[in-house]
């Protein structure tokens, strides 16, 4: 199993960004999707989560009303659209395939995480 994720970069605050991650090796629309990120000293953050079915989508407090999460079922392939960033936002992102109903229960694989960097 493979999740490639890409789209990173260094960017000024307020800018945008679109990170994709594509899987392989899995049957990509029977997990749920997540997009998680990490600061140095800090813990996994969920930052988004999607259903198989694209529904119902989860967004931390962080990033509500700035990001959006969906998904291309026939691509294998989750995004995350990142608008107006600001500096906090920046951190490795991570994709994440697992299952999530409410709450992200469970991840079953991870993928290699892409740097993210909003200057001020």
């Known amino acids: 199993v493979q999740l490639q994720a890409s789209g990173g970069g260094l960017v000024q605050a307020g800018d945008s960004l679109r990170l994709s991650c594509t899987a392989s090796?899995?049957?990509?629309?029977?997990?749920?999707m997540g997009w998680f990120r990490q600061t140095p000293g800090k813990e996994y953050e969920l930052v988004a989560g999607?259903?198989?079915?694209?529904?119902?989508?989860y967004y931390a407090e962080s990033v509500k009303g700035r990001f959006t999460i969906s998904r291309d079922n026939a691509k294998n392939t989750v995004y995350l659209q990142m608008n107006s960033l600001k500096p906090e936002d920046t951190a490795v992102y991570y994709c994440?395939?697992?299952?999530?109903?409410?709450?992200?229960?469970?991840?079953?694989?991870w993928g290699r995480g892409t740097q993210v960097t909003v200057s001020s």
């Open positions: 994440a395939a697992g299952q999530y109903a409410g709450t992200w229960r469970r991840t079953d694989y």
């Open positions: 999607i259903t198989w079915s694209g529904g119902d989508p």
């Open positions: 090796g899995l049957m990509f629309s029977s997990y749920s």
